[in-house]
Structures are given as C-alpha cells and as structure tokens.
C-alpha cells in the first residue's frame, strides 16, 4: 500500500477525469494521498475531496497564490482550522512556504503570510506542509522563531545540510518524479543518503512528471506538451528510491507509509 504524501487532486487538470484517477491509483495500490489547498478558493473542494475518497487534506495559503490572497483569505483560514480542527482527515496547514525562484513574488508579502500560517499551525497543533524553492534557509529560520510540530518539505531541492536541519525539527523530505531523472544528482544523492526514517514518496501531480512522461523543450515547441502527472504512477517513482536505497518495492511502500503517517500523525 502506497501513500501519495502530497497530489493537487483538485486541480483543474483532473476536472474532466478525477474519479478515473483516482480509481487507477487505488487499483495500483495508492491508498492514501493528502490533497494540500494552495488558496482560499480551493479550502472546501480538498475537505470534500478527501471525505468523498477517503483521503487527508491540509488546508493553507500557497507561497505562488499569495499575490492574490487577503488578509481575509488568513481569517477565512483560522476559521476553517478552528471549524474542522477535530476533523481526523484534516492533518496539517499546507501547502505553505517561500518560493525565492518564480520571478515577481513579493518576498516581505511571502514571509508575512508565511509567519501568519506557521502561528496558525502552532495554534491548532498541527505540522505543516512546506513548499521549498531556493528558501530553505529562509524556512528554517522562520521555523525556528515559530516552531511547530514538524511535517514534510515537499520536493525537496536543499543541500545535505539544509536536510539534517529540517530533520533535527521533526520534519520528513518528499521526494517524487524528479528522482526519475538520472541528471537529478543531488536530489538522487539525498535520497540514497539519508536517514531512511526521513523519506516520503510523493507526485505532486499533476505536475513534476516523471522522465517517462516529460517532454523537452525541443518537444514541447514541436506541441508535444508534458503529459500530466497522477498519483497513479506513485508505484513507477517509487522503483527509483528502491534501486537508490537496495529496497525491495514492499519495503519502499511500508517505510515510507509509515513516515508519513509519523509526519502527519492524524494519518495514523
Ligand atoms: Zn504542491
């Protein structure tokens, strides 16, 4: 049993199909997933998504929809926490963080809703999902002024010693399609690496296709667009953290379900 620790099923990508995704990855064994908001439009659709498919949700502000988000949009949050606090598929604030790498964010505007997202995670007791992009340190030390109770920093894309930090303040790793990708140096090297109790498998989806579902650039102005990741191929990825770590796949689908459920306790 596979557990998809981070897919934007909610996304209008999967509006014509999502029950056929989600169907294809329950019948290759991806039995968990946890849908993240990234703004206030989608707060409801995740909640309602999970229940209706058995899944996790995290409900948060995401750094690239932060342009676009109010001050009401942080009120709305609160509320929503405070309204579904006790609601066990309701598992962490996310999809939060700093993104230091798409050009035209507004860095003070991304720390402020980043620090009021971290206080709310605090105060309702949840971790957190973070999103990471050239802001590592920037995260960490946001961490360490308003600690929480740990989480996950998808996609991982720091260096070994940004990782040991995250760790150190209970946090897991995701990793997803870009282990895939044999260039993927660094991120392969993590990975195989470290500590085992650290690592968690996600898609992402639709985004970060795996190598086998990208296009180049060459290909893409040809009109071949990357096709769509889904949650589906969580299995596929997978068999490239196995080959990295010497893991059979029922050992790589056990240890990372299981880290999930310890980042994400509500999981368990
Ligand atoms: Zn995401």
Not at 1 to 17: K, V
Not at 246 to 256: S, V
Request: proline share 5%.
């Amino acid at each position: 049993m596979w557990t998809d620790s981070h897919c934007h099923l909610d996304a209008p990508e999967f509006d014509a199909d999502r029950d056929a995704v989600v169907a294809r990855a329950k019948a290759v064994g991806v039995s968990q997933i946890v849908i993240p908001a990234v703004a206030a439009f989608d707060f409801d659709t995740v909640r309602e998504l999970a229940h209706r498919h058995g899944f996790a949700y995290a409900l948060g502000i995401h750094p690239i929809y932060v342009t676009r988000a109010s001050e009401q949009d942080l009120t709305l949050l609160a509320d929503k926490l405070a309204e579904h606090v006790d609601d066990p598929r309701l598992v962490a604030v996310g999809e939060i963080g700093l993104d230091f790498f798409v050009p035209g964010l507004d860095a003070e505007r991304q720390q402020h809703f980043y620090t009021a997202q971290l206080k709310l995670a605090k105060r309702f007791g949840l971790p957190v999902i973070l999103h990471v992009r050239r802001s590592a340190d920037q995260l960490l030390k946001g961490l360490r002024r308003y600690p929480v109770s740990g989480g996950i920093a998808h996609a991982f894309n720091g260096s070994a010693q940004q990782a040991q930090t995250f760790i150190d303040l209970g946090f897991k790793l995701g990793f997803g399609g870009t282990l895939t990708f044999e260039r993927s140096l660094q991120i392969r090297r993590l990975a195989a690496e470290l500590p085992e109790s650290a690592l968690v498998l996600e898609t992402d989806a639709p985004d970060i296709p795996p190598h086998w579902l990208y296009k180049t650039a060459a290909e893409r102005v040809e009109g071949r667009d990357s096709a769509r990741n889904e949650p589906a191929e969580l299995p596929r990825i997978a068999e490239s953290l196995a080959a990295l770590r010497g893991w059979t796949i029922e050992q790589t689908a056990a240890i990372t379900s299981t880290n999930c459920r310890a980042a994400l306790r509500r999981m368990a």
